[in-house]
């Protein structure tokens, strides 16, 4: 794959397994309420996509569509950040990471809205609209698990400290993204780095929390180096084809 | 501002080729396609077919352009199956179906018919305008039973993605509101 169709590759991975992760909660969460905002952002994430892995299977031109990329490849080949794939955990430790992306995920989007690719601009002004969402939800969750009881309160600062040290990840600037950025498609993710700050800063404010301890930065997921999560993620959503290769319906 | 879905010109599919291009058996005018698809419902909102919902964004002689309400709709591709299935029973069988992305469906692309579908259905209808969708549906939905605007949100995202759960204090009913989006 080119730099351009592996930049769609990992909004497309992104994506896909942070709908995963979340779909595991269907069925599970507290009360109904949650289940169905947990079960419609996953929808909104496997939406998102379907539509990048599409074009990265396009721009790639053998003949791989969306499904081959999600159900036939294996963890190495995974270009998903570290974040997305981390455990759902209890209920605030899922908040904690929906907060970190989809906040990084918003803004990103809203920058991708002015991508020279017309397929990457298109998704991403569709997904944005959705994202806001996403983030809002996230935002209410934190505000009244940290500033809730006793109880709620440490399980949110327990779960924002796991999730803390993946967010660095997300603005890293590598070789593919440096190319697509060249080249128009892409965008510079280290500047939407002091949005970011501001809008989590604003949250944990309001939730009376106070930032995780900084700690070294885990990375690797861009170039396929990931944490064991991934492997067990996979092998339930690849179940099917991994058991029947080829299986259709 | 409001930007009403705009039905192209129909077009001839002779045109630009020579004059005596073979002619599909049925070439249906843009009003028969719009006259079917007036007919064809949403499938997770039935009371409200998918022009009157605003998915429906172009039709000519030869294909219809539909878009996705929501990235991740399940309904997406039932309802191109319903589209596809409504125009083969009819003898249209050559007109296509595409898909776009862009611009992306918008609420205020519900036309009038189908908000009052939507509440006699039991559904508030979103607001209307982009001064609505900036108040990221913090005003109050009025109550799709009883009228009254004493009514509260219950949870952002309901039963399918385009839809919030509401509840009516006056009447105590709860009710699903469409989402401005």
Known sequence: MDAIATYALRLGDDSLILGQRLSEWCGHAPVIEVDLSLANVALDQIGQATHF?????????????GDALAFRRDVMDFTNCLLVEQPNGDFAQTIARQLLFSHYQELLFTALTGSKNATIAAIAAKAVKETSYHATLASDWVIRLG???NESKSRMIAGL????????ELFVMDDIDAAAMTAGVGVDKAALRAAWDARIDAVLAEATLSRPAPRRATTGGRNGRHSEHLGHLLSDMQFLQRAYPGATW | MAQAPSWTAGVSPASGGSADSVLPARTPAVQDVRAILANVPDPEIPAVSVIDLGIVREISADRVVITPTYTGCPATLAIE?????ALDANGFANVAIETTLSPPWSTDWISDKGREDLRAYGIAPPPKGAAAASLKNQTAAECPRCGSSNTEELSRFGSTPCKALWRCKACAEPFDRFKCH
């Open chain 2, 81 to 85: 199956q319903s589209i596809r299935a």
């Open chain 1, 53 to 65: 892995l599409n074009l990265a299977g396009e721009l790639e031109g053998k003949g791989r569509d």
């Open chain 1, 161 to 168: 400290d796991w999730m803390w040290r993946f967010a660095d």
């Open chain 1, 147 to 149: 500033d809730g009881t």
